[in-house]
Every structure is written in C-alpha cells, then in structure tokens.
C-alpha cells in the first residue's frame, strides 16, 4: 500500500511511472474518488481473488487521511479497510496532488489503519528555486540531451517554477538537438509564460463562457500550450480548495497566505473565484482536470480537443 501526495506533479508522476515499470505485468486501473463513488470503489477493492492477475489500482484524491470523517465516512473507510485487508494480490495505491504540507494527516482511523500496516509515502514537495538546476539537469540526462548553465539559467527565467511545464519544454528542444544552448533556448522558447501568470486563470473569474473561451483562443494563437492552461488552471482551482478549508477551520485569508507563503492579493483574488464558481463546481472541475491530464499523458486524447471539452462542458449553458 501506498500513498503518494504532494504538489510538484512532475515527481508524483515519476513515481508512478516507477510502481508501474517495477510491475510490468499487472494492470493499471485508476479510481477518481468522490463520495459518490465510495462503495463503487470498495467493489472494486474487493473483486480480486489469487487466482486472478495482478493490478495496480491508482486511487486519486481519496480525502480520508486529510479529513475529519463524519459517522457515513467513518463507516465507508472501514468498508475500505476491510476490502484492502482482504485483498491479497494487488498493490493499491493513494495518489493526491492536493497536498501541499508533509504531515497534514488527520487522526482518524483510516490514517491509524495506513500507519499501522507501515504503507510507503512519497512526498512531491513543490520544488525551491536553488533547486531547479539540479532537477533541470537530471531531466536533461534522462531524456538524453545536454544542457549548459547558461542554458539553464535561461529557462528558470523564461518558464514557471513547474517542473512538469519545464520537462515538456526540454522534451521539444531535444527533437531539435541533443545539446541545449542559451542560444536554443531563446530562439525557441516564449517568455510567454511569465508575461501573463494570471492572463487565463483572471477569465475563469468571470464564469461567462465567451469570455473565457475567447482568451483561451488568445493563448493558443500566442503559441502557448495547452498543457500549461491546464496546469495554471489545476494550480488555481487547488488554491481555491485549500482556501475553502482553511475557512472551514476558522482561519483568515492571512493565515493562509502567510502558512503557504503566498502573496495576500493573490489568495483574495482565488477566494472570490470560490465565492463566484462554488466549491462543488470546483471540487468536480479539479476532478475532470485529473482524468483530463491522465488521459493526455497516455496519449488517450489529443490535449487541446480535451481542454476544449472541459471548458464547453463546465462553462457553456
């Protein structure tokens, strides 16, 4: 058993990549928890025998080790626990990218049924500044390309501190070269993405289809890829998430913007984004973004025909 959590969605994946190719064999099944689903997902948990192959079953978003349950959720995890006990075959996973604080875990008694079997933990902690020109580095030689300083330093000012944005950037260059100068990096990557943090995420606040989708087509003539709309959105709706639970434990803007180190206008600005879209809407467009951005990774769906439909789909009358 397994969980693995944080907010750094390049590490989390590489850690999934990892469970996978150490079991070539099993299959692959991913659940999206919600309350809904509860008892559809303690089926699933259940419906293995020895006789039967063995699966990897990602569960993503399950809210159990960060929540206070009430007397139904208490009684569904317990479910889940016996389900998990008796299951003997398979490797069962907790994913969520949602997470931004180590040992932000509830006491409750799935949290002491985890703790208690000794499952693994993996933490994608958002990656620091002095950080990236290790993690650049380590990106480079994996995919096989060389990189210099100036090179380096030259991304980290044109892209995001977001390394799943910055290995995509790199896996493009190396279609062009196997060695990544200053003079490639300029030549091929836009400052855009820094030139308007909040240029599409600000649309989202109006909650009016037009607008938004008119600024997406905005973004995509500007050569701006998709992915990193979807990322900027997925950020902003977390953001949002994590104010609605800050404001749930009777604790102030500030509070949170001074725990996460996060400048106040900015958390102003997602705490009207929650008042305008609701949490419900939000917690249902965090979960489409994860099957959407799965779905991409897999080659499942071309991103920007699947972006397109998240849009149409959560902001067209």
């Known amino acids: 058993m397994y969980l693995i959590y944080g907010q750094e969605n390049y590490l989390i994946n590489k850690k999934i990549n990892q469970l996978i190719e150490e079991n070539k064999d099993a299959q692959v099944i991913n659940f999206y928890f919600n309350d809904a689903k509860a008892n559809e997902l303690i089926s699933l948990v259940s ?19 960060w929540s206070k349950l009430n007397k139904n959720d208490t009684a569904i ?3 889940l626990i016996d389900a998990i006990n008796s299951n003997m075959n398979d490797l069962v996973i907790f994913v969520n990218n949602n997470i931004d604080k180590k040992d932000l875990f509830y006491n409750n008694k799935f949290v002491e049924f985890f703790q208690l079997h000794n499952g693994n933990t993996y933490f994608a902690q958002a990656v620091q500044n002095n950080e990236l020109f290790k993690h ?9 390309v060389t990189i210099d300083t100036l090179a380096i330093n030259l991304l980290t000012q044109k892209l995001p501190n977001n390394l799943s944005i910055i290995h995509h950037e790199i896996k493009k260059l190396s279609m062009q070269t196997k060695n990544i100068t200053s003079d490639v990096v300029n ?19 109006t909650n009016n289809f037009s607008s938004i989708w008119r600024k997406y087509k905005e973004k995509i003539n500007e050569a701006t890829d998709v992915t990193y709309l979807i990322s900027q959105l997925s950020q902003l709706l977390v953001l949002a998430d994590q104010i609605y639970l800050f404001l749930k434990c009777n604790k102030t803007l500030t509070n949170l913007a001074n725990e996460l180190k996060i400048n106040q206008y900015r958390v102003k600005k997602v705490y009207g984004l929650l008042n305008i879209l609701g949490i419900k ?25 699947g972006f397109e439909q998240f849009l149409i789909n959560h902001f067209k009358d």
């Not at 419906?47 to 080790?65: A, E, G, M, P, Q």
């Not at 650049?136 to 096989?144: A, L, R, T, V, Y």
């Open 136 to 144: 650049i580095k380590n990106i480079c030689d994996e995919i096989g």
């Open 281 to 305: 809407k939000i917690h249902s467009m965090i979960i489409d973004l994860n099957i959407l951005d799965y779905e991409i990774k897999h080659a499942k769906i071309n991103a920007e025909y």
């Open 187 to 205: 030549e091929n990557i836009s400052t855009i993405y820094v030139e308007d943090t909040f240029g599409f995420s600000n649309s989202i606040e």
């Open 47 to 65: 419906s293995s025998t020895l006789f039967d192959d063995k699966r990897l079953i990602f569960i993503h978003d399950c809210n159990y080790f």
């Open 77 to 79: 995890s317990l479910s």
